[in-house]
């Protein structure tokens, strides 16, 4: 069994930044993907960015491409997701997970198992 912690959101202006953190229990965080997704109000939950297990590879979202970087500290069993340049579109509760299943793609939610509880980010206009 794996938890995770997600920590890190809050209420920031367009155009300014946030580092959300995911804190994982588990002695195996080093042989799992993982990756975030965002649900915002009314809407489906939504493939934000997505990081191998050795972080090497890193994979976004359209949406967050070239403001938004994910990676991983293996040693303390977290990944990150640095989010800049943010904008009122981003708001939403952002989760990591972590990917168990390799049968489709990374951006596919039914790939992963053990979400975290979720952190509120809130970019006001």
């Known amino acids: 069994q794996v938890q995770l912690v997600e920590s890190g959101g809050g209420l920031v202006q367009a155009g300014g930044s946030l580092r959300l953190s995911c804190a994982a229990s588990?002695?195996?965080?080093?042989?799992?993907?993982m990756g975030w997704f965002r649900q915002a109000p009314g809407k489906e939950r939504e493939f934000v960015a997505y990081?191998?297990?050795?972080?090497?590879?890193?994979y976004y979202a359209d949406s967050v491409k070239g403001r938004f970087t994910m990676s991983r500290d293996n040693a303390k069993n977290t990944v990150y997701l640095q989010m800049n340049s943010l904008k009122p579109e981003d708001t939403a509760v952002y989760y990591c997970?972590?990917?168990?299943?390799?049968?489709?793609?990374?951006?596919?939610?039914?790939?992963?198992?053990?979400w975290g509880q979720g952190t509120q980010v809130t970019v006001s206009s």
């Open positions: 997970a972590v990917r168990r299943r390799y049968s489709g793609s990374y951006y596919n939610e039914g790939e992963y198992d053990y």
């Open positions: 588990g002695r195996s965080f080093s042989t799992v993907a």
């Open positions: 990081i191998s297990r050795s972080g090497g590879s890193t």
